[in-house]
Structure formats: structure tokens, C-alpha cells
């Protein structure tokens, strides 16, 4: 029984959809692209903050917009590079 509960939970990881990408218009930002070359690609953000600011730089979330009925795009900079892309909600 628990190596039936620990393979369903090894699955579940290796399946669990990870982004490391996402199109914006004819380009294609990923995880480590510099904020200015996803602003240029994908154009301004719908809205962002700022999550933490240090003394030698900050994180940064911005929410982009991929369309009408569509999930926004939530995108972490941590110094001015690409972290994270993940799913917000639907618009």
C-alpha cells in the first residue's frame, strides 16, 4: 500500500504541467529573458507590483494579458530576469 501511495504521488509530480515558456504575439519569452526583452515581445504589463524590494535589486510580478477568455499570465522578474510564468485568472 505505500509504494501504491508513493508511485501515484511520483506520477502526479512528473505530470504536473511546469512553464518555462509562453508566446506573445510571433516571439517566445522564457525563464531567465531580461524584463525589457518581454516588454518588447509581449508589450507593456496590464498591471504589476512589486512584491519585495532589496537594496541590490527586486521582485517584481506582472500580470499580462493573453486575450479575452484566456488566463492572464503572471510573470516573476527577480532582478530584472525571468523566474516564473504561472496561470492567473481567466479574463
Known amino acids: ?3 501504491a501511495l508513493l508511485l501515484t504521488g511520483v506520477v502526479t509530480l512528473a505530470l504536473a504541467p511546469a512553464t518555462y515558456a509562453m508566446r506573445c504575439g510571433t516571439g517566445v519569452v522564457q525563464v531567465g529573458d531580461y524584463e525589457s526583452e518581454v516588454n518588447q515581445k509581449c508589450g507593456q504589463p496590464v498591471q504589476y507590483d512589486f512584491v519585495v524590494i532589496r537594496p541590490w535589486g527586486a521582485v517584481k510580478k506582472s500580470i499580462y494579458s493573453m486575450g479575452r477568455g484566456k488566463f ?3 510573470l516573476i ?4 530576469r525571468l523566474v516564473n510564468i504561472s496561470n492567473g485568472s481567466r479574463e
Not at 77 to 80: A, C, E, L, R, V
Open 1 to 3: 500500500m505505500k509504494y
Open 72 to 74: 492572464f499570465k503572471v
Open 77 to 80: 522578474f527577480d532582478d530584472d
